[in-house]
């Protein structure tokens, strides 16, 4: 079983960066799409990014084009999420997710992804 886990959320000022990571343990990163989700307290998870298996194409959720970058490096097992220029709506716990079907592209919904990590926070203040 394939698990997952976050890290290098903090707590940063506004127009920061930070690059947050997500490790695969176990056999078949390369051949799964990956995402990226984030959630605030009594909020459902919204979706922030998206990769797909081979890394060749990614979406973004509307609220972080231009300022978070997606990318996995295959070779290490490692998920990233690069964000810059951090506002005090991104402030939540962030989450990596491998999608349910291997070889799919990955969708914006979290039904569409069975595997999650525990999560990191990301803190911004102004």
């Known amino acids: 079983q394939v698990q997952l886990v976050e890290s290098g959320g903090g707590l940063v000022q506004a127009g920061d960066s930070l690059l947050l990571s997500c490790v695969a343990s176990?056999?078949?990163?390369?051949?799964?799409?990956m995402g990226w989700f984030r959630q605030t307290p009594g909020k459902e998870r919204e979706f922030v990014a998206s990769i797909t298996w081979t890394g060749s194409s990614t979406a973004l959720a509307d609220s972080v084009k231009g300022r978070f970058t997606i990318s996995k490096d295959n070779d290490k097992n490692t998920l990233y999420l690069q964000m810059n220029d951090l506002k005090r709506e991104d402030t939540a716990a962030y989450y990596c997710a491998q999608v349910r079907a291997r070889y799919t592209d990955p969708g914006r919904q979290p039904g569409a992804y069975n595997i999650w990590g525990p999560g990191t926070q990301v803190t911004v203040s102004s």
């Open positions: 176990g056999r078949g990163f390369s051949i799964y799409g």
